[in-house]
């Protein structure tokens, strides 16, 4: 654990990219298995353990220490892990801690996923006793699932690849397929042994996204062309499944599988889909009927699913496209042969949770507009023009796809400044400041667009709460400046009223009544709506 | 008599009436007692001043020969009478020289610690426990959080990062009085033995302690080295030089920083440092609650740094204790 503490601390600090790839190789070459390998799983964000809420390390802490003296010191160092991994022995380094100054990194992972529901807070405390500060801070990190480096895959791999003499593409495919903690994947970079066996590799493919249809762009569009579909209100996925192993990602390639034990039990093809994760089930007619998102809500960000939240959210993928059918690869078919795969599959697939998102007639944009506006259903957030003849490519290309959304005003935003808010909330963070990309001089950068306090439950308002202090950068007064980078950061969707042109801000551009509609702990920062999209709206 | 009557807090600093003198006063007085040679606490412009030998010194050679008007060498455990009052100097361990100050008057004593600390530091005299109605504590590192670890394992990490990235320079940010010698001295006693560079801030103080008979080991001025590149080499220079475009000349600098506050990852990450070196010349707070346990004296004063924790554990630990909000001192040394 030592090494693996002292790794991290290097990595925060440590900016530049090669140093970093040092660092990681240097470590990986010196640490055995199976540490190193769970090491990489943590920095990659693969490994799974269980999940050690803060509730517990707060009450574990309170143990030790007087609340006043705990409150002074977690207002001076601003983030609960790092208070908790200084403060554990102010009043004398514990008993434990001398006879195991050894502990390492895979017992540690190997004694959290083995600990039944009643030895966790035993165990943790132990833990905290056994480890120094440094490994009690990571020890933390790991087990609140806070430890993001900020550290690429890609990265990961080039470290790898100085292991040895393979190369870090070769490695990163074969890692997407294994389990940590990769003792055969280091046999091989080391030359100790072939390529690992895999047994069923399955790996995220990055989706294809839709621009806003923006003013003057449906003049340029003939309706023939495409296909009109309905854009649900819920969250986008990816759902693999390859002989027995099932993975469901995220839009930004999250592993998500953990919350949907009964999506990932029910699939009962094998290939890859895109669609929308809805709640909801089937009604008398057998057909699957969709629930509003706040439903869908309460199956998100749980690392663990009771069978009771199973019963009452149920959950069913609306399909969109096809990626893989079996072991093949459809992404290169136009739209339409793809969906006439996927309808057969759909179909094949009977009562599973599991249906097809239905294609909407038009004749002229006038009239499709008509539809999007007052759609059948309240689950429909608006319609998504899809090229007839479009091949599923990766990424944001104009013209292939488009989104109509219903309501105009909504946009995802990233957080950006937070403050305390007044009366009842002076104790939590409340009053945000948010912004959208924009082109800087160098590279794009969030631009401030508005401020909203409102529009979120009390539930969030705690989330929101605990993000802030946990990733706070800088502080200016009473303003916290928060991490937003394209890959790190908090994104909300912003609905606001309508939208006038600005001299006094920066952006150009003012809200009227922005509120935070909600929160998008799917989408990552660089998922967020451009400033260029936010002025169309003029 | 009442120990506040003895000594408080007045604008210009911490005042006795009775020997009419003031300790570490932050504006010009007629007679000053001084308990160590960092900015905050010894300035120039004094009539009278009693310090250690070394403080003197070291005055003169920070604010030139004429920094008072008189000075007078206090010798640790030597009592003097000032108007009858009672003063003697005993060792701090903070700095070279850095001593607290007894004052007794009328069967009340009162210890002025000035800054201090409990660890083995052979650049400094150990601290002397001295017993005493009063103790004036400083709380720089008064949190609960702060645990300064083994010096040695800090300078450690400098050495394995000095084999790992043997092309970079290491820039270790120090503070000119006593932390610049105290990181030389630790790297000596780790066994590094190649030339250590120095930034011109540094170099008068470092020849100071060398006469002193502290062995700090090859010691060269960057300046005198217009050619070299410094690579894989430990180039040692104040905070104000840190980030700057001093640093510019060297080969990839690798920014390491020796100071107590390194232990909070934040205050390493504002200040772009890539290798915290947690090495203070204050007490942590252990060394605050164990000090004050030893010595246990009536009451306990409290004075720069963060005051409400540590008479919050007083108070919790059944011992007299109150703020003395005193203004001007932020550590040279560690601020
Ligand atoms: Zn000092
Ligand atoms: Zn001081």
Same mark, same amino acid.
């Given at each position: 654990?030592?090494?693996?503490?002292?790794?991290?601390?290097?990595?925060?600090?440590?900016?530049?990219?090669?140093?970093?790839?040092?660092?990681?190789?240097?470590?990986?070459?010196?640490?055995?298995?199976?540490?190193?390998?769970?090491?990489?799983?943590?920095?990659?964000?693969?490994?799974?353990?269980?999940?050690?809420? *803060?509730?517990?390390?707060?009450?574990?802490?309170? #143990?030790?220490?007087?609340?006043?003296?705990?409150?002074?010191?977690?207002?001076?160092?601003? !983030?609960?892990?790092?208070?908790?991994?200084?403060?554990? &022995?102010?009043?004398?380094? *514990?008993? #434990?801690?001398?006879?195991? $100054?050894?502990?390492?990194?895979?017992?540690?992972?190997?004694?959290?996923?083995?600990?039944?529901?009643?030895?966790?807070?035993?165990?943790?405390?132990?833990?905290?006793?056994?480890? !120094?500060?440094?490994?009690?801070?990571?020890?933390?990190?790991?087990?609140?699932?806070?430890?993001?480096?900020?550290?690429? $895959?890609?990265?990961?791999?080039?470290?790898? %690849?100085?292991?040895?003499?393979?190369?870090?593409?070769?490695? #990163?495919?074969?890692?997407?397929?294994?389990? *940590?903690?990769?003792?055969?994947?280091?046999?091989?970079?080391?030359?100790?042994?072939?390529?690992?066996?895999?047994?069923? *590799?399955?790996?995220?493919?990055?989706?294809?996204?839709?621009?806003?249809?923006?003013?003057?762009?449906?003049?340029?569009?003939?309706?023939?062309?495409?296909?009109?579909?309905?854009?649900?209100?819920?969250?986008?996925?990816?759902?693999?499944?390859?002989?027995?192993?099932?993975?469901?990602?995220?839009?930004?390639?999250?592993?998500?599988?953990?919350?949907?034990?009964?999506?990932? &039990?029910?699939?009962p093809f094998e290939g890859t889909i895109d669609g929308e994760l809805l709640v909801g089930s089937r009604n008398e007619q057998g057909r699957l009927s969709a629930r509003p998102f706040s439903d869908l809500q309460q199956r998100l960000n749980r690392k663990s699913v009771s069978g009771k939240v199973i019963e009452e959210f149920p959950v069913f993928v609306r399909a969109y496209d096809l990626l893989f059918q079996g072991e093949q690869d459809v992404r290169p078919m136009p739209f339409e042969a793809r969906r006439a795969r996927l309808a057969e599959l759909i179909s094949a697939a009977g009562n599973a949770p599991f249906d097809l998102s239905p294609l909407v007639d038009f004749a002229s944009f006038e009239a499709l507009d008509r539809l999007r506006l007052s759609p059948p259903d309240p689950v429909i957030e608006g319609v998504m023009l899809k090229r007839r003849d479009s091949v599923y490519q990766a990424g944001r290309m104009k013209g292939p796809w488009f989104k109509w959304k219903r309501d105009?005003?909504?946009?995802?935003?990233?957080?950006?400044?937070?403050?305390?808010?007044?009366?009842?909330?002076?104790?939590?963070?409340?009053?945000?400041?948010?912004?959208?990309?924009?082109?800087? +001089?160098?590279?794009?950068?969030?631009?401030?667009?508005?401020? %909203?306090?409102?529009?979120?439950?009390?539930?969030?308002?705690?989330?929101?709460?605990?993000?802030?202090?946990?990733?706070?950068? !800088?502080?200016?007064?009473?303003?916290?400046?928060?991490?937003?980078?394209?890959? #790190?950061?908090?994104?909300?969707?912003?609905?606001?009223?309508?939208?006038?042109?600005?001299?006094?801000?920066?952006?150009?551009?003012?809200?009227?009544?922005?509120?935070?509609?909600?929160?998008?702990?799917?989408?990552? +920062?660089?998922?967020?709506?451009?400033?260029?999209?936010?002025?169309?709206?003029? | 008599m009442k120990p506040d009557a003895l000594l408080y807090p007045a604008p210009a600093g911490l005042y006795c009436p009775a020997g009419d003198f003031?300790?570490?006063?932050? =504006?010009?007085?007629?007679?000053?007692?001084?308990?160590?040679?960092?900015?905050?606490?010894?300035?120039?412009?004094?009539?009278?001043?009693?310090?250690?030998?070394?403080?003197?010194?070291?005055?003169?050679?920070?604010?030139?020969?004429?920094?008072?008007? =008189?000075?007078?060498?206090?010798?640790?455990? =030597?009592?003097?009478?000032?108007?009858?009052?009672?003063?003697s100097f005993h060792p701090a361990g903070h700095v070279l020289g850095s001593c607290q100050i007894r004052i007794e008057h009328k069967g009340c004593q009162i210890v002025v610690s000035g800054d201090y600390k409990r660890g083995i530091d052979p650049t400094a005299a150990p601290f002397e426990p001295v017993a005493c109605d009063v103790f004036i504590t400083e709380a720089t590192f008064g949190l609960p959080v702060f645990r300064h670890p083994d010096p040695l394992l800090e300078t450690a990490k400098l050495l394995s990062s000095l084999r790992q990235f043997d092309q970079r320079t290491h820039f270790v940010g120090a503070y000119a009085l006593g932390k610049a010698q105290r990181v030389i001295s630790l790297l000596r006693r780790g066994g590094y033995d190649e030339p250590i560079y120095l930034h011109g801030a540094m170099t008068r103080l470092c020849d100071y302690y060398q006469a002193e008979g502290i062995d700090l080991g090859p010691l060269r001025a960057v300046a005198d080295e217009p050619a070299a590149d410094f690579c894989g080499r430990v180039v040692i220079g104040p905070p104000s030089a840190f980030g700057g475009t001093w640093m510019r000349r060297f080969a990839d600098p690798l920014p390491a920083f020796a100071s107590g506050w390194m232990m909070v990852r934040q205050r390493a990450r504002q200040r772009g440092v890539e290798l915290p070196l947690v090495i203070s010349d204050h007490c942590d707070w252990q060394e605050l609650t164990e000090t004050i346990r030893e010595l246990s004296p009536a009451e306990v004063w409290v004075t720069h740094g963060r005051e409400e924790a540590l008479v919050r554990w007083c108070g919790l630990n059944g011992i007299a204790a109150r703020p003395l909000h005193l203004i001007g001192y932020e550590d040279e040394g560690d601020a």
């Amino acid at each position: 654990m030592k090494a693996f503490s002292t790794l991290l601390d290097r990595l925060v600090l440590t900016p530049g990219r090669n140093a970093k790839r040092q660092l990681l190789a240097d470590y990986f070459r010196a640490t055995p298995d199976p540490d190193r390998g769970y090491a990489l799983a943590a920095i990659a964000g693969t490994l799974d353990v269980l999940h050690v809420k *803060p509730k517990l390390l707060r009450e574990l802490v309170m #143990e030790r220490i007087d609340a006043e003296l705990f409150r002074y010191s977690y207002d001076y160092v601003g !983030d609960l892990a790092e208070t908790i991994a200084l403060i554990w &022995d102010h009043d004398g380094v *514990p008993e #434990e801690a001398a006879f195991d $100054a050894g502990l390492r990194l895979g017992a540690v992972v190997e004694a959290l996923n083995g600990a039944g529901k009643l030895q966790v807070r035993p165990l943790v405390r132990s833990l905290l006793n056994r480890l !120094d500060a440094s490994g009690r801070y990571a020890f933390i990190k790991l087990a609140t699932g806070g430890l993001r480096m900020g550290i690429s $895959a890609k990265l990961a791999m080039q470290a790898l %690849a100085d292991l040895g003499t393979q190369d870090a593409g070769e490695i #990163e495919a074969l890692w997407h397929g294994l389990a *940590p903690p990769y003792e055969s994947l280091f046999a091989w970079i080391e030359g100790r042994a072939g390529p690992p066996e895999m047994s069923a *590799p399955v790996i995220f493919h990055p989706v294809m996204l839709a621009n806003p249809v923006e003013p003057g762009d449906l003049e340029t569009l003939t309706p023939s062309l495409y296909a009109a579909e309905w854009k649900w209100d819920g969250i986008r996925i990816q759902i693999t499944r390859r002989k027995e192993t099932v993975r469901l990602f995220s839009r930004s390639g999250e592993d998500i599988s953990g919350s949907f034990p009964d999506l990932i &039990d029910a699939i009962p093809f094998e290939g890859t889909i895109d669609g929308e994760l809805l709640v909801g089930s089937r009604n008398e007619q057998g057909r699957l009927s969709a629930r509003p998102f706040s439903d869908l809500q309460q199956r998100l960000n749980r690392k663990s699913v009771s069978g009771k939240v199973i019963e009452e959210f149920p959950v069913f993928v609306r399909a969109y496209d096809l990626l893989f059918q079996g072991e093949q690869d459809v992404r290169p078919m136009p739209f339409e042969a793809r969906r006439a795969r996927l309808a057969e599959l759909i179909s094949a697939a009977g009562n599973a949770p599991f249906d097809l998102s239905p294609l909407v007639d038009f004749a002229s944009f006038e009239a499709l507009d008509r539809l999007r506006l007052s759609p059948p259903d309240p689950v429909i957030e608006g319609v998504m023009l899809k090229r007839r003849d479009s091949v599923y490519q990766a990424g944001r290309m104009k013209g292939p796809w488009f989104k109509w959304k219903r309501d105009p005003h909504v946009i995802d935003a990233v957080l950006i400044y937070a403050q305390r808010g007044h009366g009842k909330r002076s104790s939590y963070y409340s009053d945000f400041t948010f912004g959208v990309w924009a082109q800087g +001089p160098e590279c794009d950068q969030l631009v401030p667009v508005g401020k %909203a306090y409102f529009g979120f439950t009390d539930e969030e308002l705690l989330l929101l709460d605990r993000f802030v202090r946990n990733n706070t950068v !800088d502080r200016f007064g009473p303003v916290r400046v928060l991490k937003a980078t394209k890959s #790190e950061g908090f994104v909300v969707e912003v609905a606001f009223e309508g939208l006038n042109r600005s001299n006094r801000h920066k952006s150009g551009v003012a809200m009227r009544f922005p509120r935070i509609s909600r929160l998008r702990q799917d989408k990552k +920062p660089e998922d967020a709506d451009r400033l260029d999209q936010l002025k169309a709206m003029l | 008599m009442k120990p506040d009557a003895l000594l408080y807090p007045a604008p210009a600093g911490l005042y006795c009436p009775a020997g009419d003198f003031y300790v570490d006063p932050v =504006e010009p007085v007629a007679r000053a007692l001084i308990t160590h040679g960092h900015s905050d606490h010894a300035r120039a412009g004094h009539g009278a001043v009693l310090a250690s030998r070394e403080t003197l010194d070291i005055m003169r050679i920070r604010m030139g020969e004429d920094f008072c008007a =008189e000075a007078q060498v206090a010798i640790p455990g =030597e009592p003097v009478s000032i108007r009858g009052v009672t003063v003697s100097f005993h060792p701090a361990g903070h700095v070279l020289g850095s001593c607290q100050i007894r004052i007794e008057h009328k069967g009340c004593q009162i210890v002025v610690s000035g800054d201090y600390k409990r660890g083995i530091d052979p650049t400094a005299a150990p601290f002397e426990p001295v017993a005493c109605d009063v103790f004036i504590t400083e709380a720089t590192f008064g949190l609960p959080v702060f645990r300064h670890p083994d010096p040695l394992l800090e300078t450690a990490k400098l050495l394995s990062s000095l084999r790992q990235f043997d092309q970079r320079t290491h820039f270790v940010g120090a503070y000119a009085l006593g932390k610049a010698q105290r990181v030389i001295s630790l790297l000596r006693r780790g066994g590094y033995d190649e030339p250590i560079y120095l930034h011109g801030a540094m170099t008068r103080l470092c020849d100071y302690y060398q006469a002193e008979g502290i062995d700090l080991g090859p010691l060269r001025a960057v300046a005198d080295e217009p050619a070299a590149d410094f690579c894989g080499r430990v180039v040692i220079g104040p905070p104000s030089a840190f980030g700057g475009t001093w640093m510019r000349r060297f080969a990839d600098p690798l920014p390491a920083f020796a100071s107590g506050w390194m232990m909070v990852r934040q205050r390493a990450r504002q200040r772009g440092v890539e290798l915290p070196l947690v090495i203070s010349d204050h007490c942590d707070w252990q060394e605050l609650t164990e000090t004050i346990r030893e010595l246990s004296p009536a009451e306990v004063w409290v004075t720069h740094g963060r005051e409400e924790a540590l008479v919050r554990w007083c108070g919790l630990n059944g011992i007299a204790a109150r703020p003395l909000h005193l203004i001007g001192y932020e550590d040279e040394g560690d601020a």
